[in-house]
């Protein structure tokens, strides 16, 4: 039996290591998977060898305030892959992190398979030299990535991204308001806060806001709250009374995609989550708030128009966004009430041809690929 190696802690990180762990077993592969991986990858069978919630902090000034944090979980993983010495790793995400791990797997001799990597496209495109040096493959979930890669002589792969088959098979509306108990009646809101708990400490008052004035104008609006995991609801429900938002919100647990089977019109934190709201066809308005910071220094280096990936592929403004101090409640509620009305609908019909520019290589190349690096 093999060994490898996972680093996965993510929703959407393990959405992706439980594809390479499906995708090696179709392929054959006898493995023993070890790791720094959340709830789901551990009960898929890898071993966690370390508490990765660190990684889970966004932004320059987070991580230097977890320095020391970052630095006994790299320490972690060196004597990890000293002991065990495993065929390959397979690194996801967290490039601040990663690249550094990726650097020393490949002193040890370790191959190393990059997934999601860097936003080179988007900032830093230095970086893809770094890359050439410590990573032998990269699995991307763009299209539009590959010719970087190839161009600096990196072997790369375009999976097919996870929620194209998750969304596939949602709920109907009706189907899903039953399911949360909704009765009949106006309008549903999803709020989709993100899943760290900085993003949560720093939407959360603004989201209140916002749903309290949209309240005002549409009182018969009915509101979900979508929360990544349990551990978050005290910190929700405290800053959520703090901003005095609507006491009938309704806060629904790890059911992502039923809530927004269920809603006419979503709020939606920058990240993954505008994908899967763009994949399940839904009107949305795209927010964010970093440090100030970090915001400052990612500004000067950014080369999209765009945060929201449903607008970078579709280059198109498709989703409003409104960041940093941009987002304004009595404007962001203003803008999701015109998407209750024909506005919606425009953006539905643009949101369309999304799927298709998501469906990947044929999995039988990312199988052959895997054989490759992990055997």
């Not at 551990?42 to 320095?67: K, P, S």
């Not at 630095?71 to 992190?97: K, M, N, T």
């Not at 629904?252 to 990240?271: E, H, M, P, W």
């Amino acid at each position: 039996m093999g060994k490898a190696f996972i680093l996965a802690v993510e929703r959407s990180g393990e959405n992706l290591g439980l594809e390479i762990l499906a995708n090696a077993a179709q392929a054959g592969l006898d493995l023993q998977w070890s790791g720094v991986v959340g709830s789901r990858l551990q009960a898929a069978g890898v071993q966690n060898i370390a508490n990765g919630e660190v990684l889970a902090m966004i932004g320059l000034v987070e991580v230097l305030r977890h320095y020391g944090r970052l630095r006994r979980l790299y320490g972690q993983i060196r004597q990890h892959l000293q002991a065990e010495r495993p065929a390959c790793v397979v690194l996801i995400d967290h490039p601040a992190f990663n690249l550094h791990v990726a650097k020393m797997a490949k002193q040890m001799g370790i191959r190393v398979l990059y997934v999601v990597g860097p936003q080179i496209w988007a900032w830093r495109s230095q970086r893809i030299h770094q890359i050439k040096r410590v990573v032998d493959h990269m699995l991307v979930l763009f299209p539009f990535e590959v010719p970087i890669y190839a161009q600096a002589g990196v072997p790369v792969h375009v999976l097919a991204h996870p929620l194209l088959a998750q969304t596939a098979t949602a709920q109907d509306g009706m189907d899903a308001r039953a399911a949360l108990g909704l009765t009949a009646g106006g309008p549903v809101l999803a709020l989709l806060p993100g899943s760290r708990r900085g993003e949560l400490e720093r939407l959360t008052l603004r989201y209140a806001e916002t749903a309290r004035r949209l309240r005002k104008q549409i009182p018969d609006l009915r509101i979900l709250v979508a929360l990544a995991r349990e551990e978050l609801r005290p910190l929700w429900e405290r800053l959520w009374k703090q901003g005095a938002g609507p006491e009938d919100a309704q806060l629904v647990v790890a059911q992502t995609q039923t809530v927004l089977a269920a809603a006419d019109v979503v709020l939606v934190a920058s990240g993954t989550a505008t994908l899967e709201t763009a994949l399940m066809r839904r009107p949305a308005v795209v927010v964010y708030i970093l440090n100030a910071l970090t915001f400052a220094f990612v500004r000067r280096l950014v080369k999209t128009p765009f945060v929201a990936m449903p607008n970078i592929l579709l280059q198109e403004a498709v989703y409003p966004e409104f960041l940093q101090e941009a987002f304004e409640p009595a404007q962001v509620a203003d803008a999701l009430a015109a998407l209750l009305g024909p506005a919606g609908s425009e953006q539905v019909a643009k949101l369309q041809k999304l799927r298709s520019l998501l469906e990947g290589n044929p999995p039988e190349q990312l199988q052959q690929v895997l054989r490759e690096m992990l055997a």
